[in-house]
């Protein structure tokens, strides 16, 4: 059982980590939408994310769905609005702690 700091500093890096996905997913959207082969700036941080929080790889249909959430959120204005930003990214956290438990 991890106590409490170390909750924090997983919940700091896994959100952090969040937010860097759906800024890296804006990017390479917006060089895809350009018409530049973009596909090679993917940094798998989803990958990365679900292990820290501790999500099986058997749960391959929750990992479509972050994906598709993500995917949508950087089509919106979300991402030029820090306060909001950092909403979704919380709220996206709570989802995943929920499903790891």
Same mark, same amino acid.
């Given at each position: 059982?991890?106590?409490?700091? #170390? ?69 919106? #204005? ?20 929920? #499903?790891? #438990?």
């Amino acid at each position: 059982m991890e106590n409490s700091q #170390e909750h924090v500093l997983k919940k700091e890096i896994v959100t952090t980590l969040i937010k860097d996905h759906l800024i890296n997913m804006q990017f390479v959207n917006g060089l895809s939408a350009l018409g530049w082969y973009s596909q090679d700036y993917h940094l798998h941080f989803s990958d990365v994310i679900f292990k820290l929080i501790g999500i099986s790889d058997e749960k391959e249909e929750l990992f479509e769905v972050y994906l598709d959430w993500c995917t949508k959120i950087t089509k919106t #204005e979300v991402l030029k609005d820090q306060t909001l930003l950092q909403e979704y990214v919380n709220e996206i956290y709570h989802v995943l702690q929920a #499903e790891a #438990e």
